[in-house]
């Protein structure tokens, strides 16, 4: 039993470690589409660009 517990808790740590990683992933796409979004607005690069990372 102490080896079921050991096992899970080694999974569960596992799994946040993951979620976190995801999560900033989104964060740094979340603000890379800012900043194209800004450059679109501001003329200087193309719909294509922001509608690709909006996608991602």
Known sequence: MSADLAADYFSVHSLDTQKKLLDDSVSAYEAALKLLQQQLKN??????????????
């Open 43 to 56: 003329g200087a690069i193309d719909a294509s660009a922001v509608a690709q990372a909006t996608t991602t």
